[in-house]
């Protein structure tokens, strides 16, 4: 019997059982201080906003995916843009700078060896309740994706802030939890709908599940951001100052919960994002569903559901969560300390 057959069988004996150490395993989170299975009631079937952007992004050269210069802040259309690998952009409303993706096609998802590999690092942290959900991640399947931007970071409390202070987003569930709201945090205890909304007002979008894996591990299809192997210095996740059963006891990045962004540069994607594994769970725009077989063009998942999509891991997750193929659901109205976002936008 093969060992992703086996965890599979360990995660349905677990379920069937109704375990009491499975539940707390779950990476689906509730609105506590604490990282606890998300709700799979309260069905939500709005549709995704339909963002109207009020500035087009004008290109920059600069010669690495990381650049050093600081782009320019423009509203300014450009008729005939010349977007390449590496331009970055920095967007009028909030300020956070975009990063450009060339267009591309990837195999988006899991193999059997890649889930068998994701089963093996995971078995050094956690038990098989966490371990078989690595199912979700398959069929592996071609995707086709047209140029896009993408926020390099993830959205901070003062980026946030000043969506609510015009009046276009809700306040965030932990505003005044000194734990989690420093201004280059990431901000959490958001929604679904509120970083939606805050993405539309920026004059973006939540970024779909292809884009978001596709500027996470590129075309090369690598395991992480940063390449083919864990490198516990290049994220935040759950480390010795985690509580949880499953961290990493050898190891310290000097943060218990969330870092400020860009605290991990040497983590940075193939086209300069930052932060992609762990942190926070980024929401994406998709509806959570199973994945097709066959090779997809653009693709923006099902037309409704109960879930929607999270991608990247947190700081209370273990590494095999940290995967660029690791994905799980989160009811769309749930808010939790463990939960943030960043930003898309289409290149025309």
């Known amino acids: 019997m093969g060992k992703r ?7 349905l004996v677990a379920v069937t059982a109704a375990s009491p150490a499975c539940g707390l395993a779950s990476p689906e989170p509730e609105p506590t201080h604490t990282p606890t299975p998300l709700p799979t009631d309260a069905p939500v079937s709005e549709d995704t906003p339909a963002p109207s952007p009020t500035d087009t992004p004008v290109p920059e050269d600069t010669p690495t995916p990381l650049p050093t210069d600081t782009p320019v802040v423009t509203d300014t259309p450009q008729a005939t843009p010349a977007w390449q690998f590496g331009h970055t952009w920095t967007r009028h409303a909030d300020g956070i700078v975009m990063v ?3 267009a591309g096609e990837f195999r988006m998802g899991s193999t059997d060896a890649e889930v068998d590999a994701a089963l093996e690092l995971c078995s050094q942290y956690s038990d098989a309740c966490w371990c078989g959900r690595f199912e979700r991640e398959q069929p592996a399947h071609m995707v086709a994706l047209d140029g896009f931007w993408i926020d390099r970071n993830a959205v901070t409390n003062v980026q946030y802030a000043r969506c609510v202070a015009v009046g276009d987003c809700e306040e ?4 005044g939890d000194s734990l989690f709201n420093g201004p280059d945090y ?3 205890g958001v929604n679904w709908h509120n970083a939606a909304a805050y993405c539309q007002w920026a004059g973006a979008r939540l970024p779909t599940e292809a884009e ?3 500027a996470a591990r590129g075309p090369e299809r690598g395991t992480f951001p940063w390449g083919e192997r864990f490198d516990r210095t290049r994220l935040n996740f759950c480390d010795v100052n985690c509580e949880f059963d499953w961290r990493a006891a050898e190891y310290d990045d000097g943060y218990r919960y969330t870092a400020p962004v860009g ?3 040497d983590g940075a994607s193939w086209c300069g994002a930052l932060d992609m594994a762990g942190k926070v769970w980024e929401r994406v725009a ?3 569903g199973g994945y097709p077989g066959a090779r997809q063009v653009n693709p923006t998942g099902p037309s409704s559901g109960d879930h929607k999509g999270l991608r990247g891991g947190s700081w209370d997750i273990d590494p095999s ?7 799980h659901r989160g009811n769309p109205d749930v808010t939790w300390n463990g939960g943030g976002f960043r930003c898309a936008r289409g290149s025309g």
């Open 5 to 11: 057959t086996w965890f599979v069988i360990l995660t």
């Open 100 to 102: 450009y993706v060339m």
């Open 172 to 175: 965030p569930a932990y505003s």
């Open 186 to 188: 990431p901000v959490v």
């Open 212 to 214: 978001w894996e596709y």
């Open 263 to 265: 605290s991990y540069a």
């Open 286 to 288: 998709d509806w959570y």
């Open 321 to 327: 969560n940290t995967r660029s193929a690791s994905r």
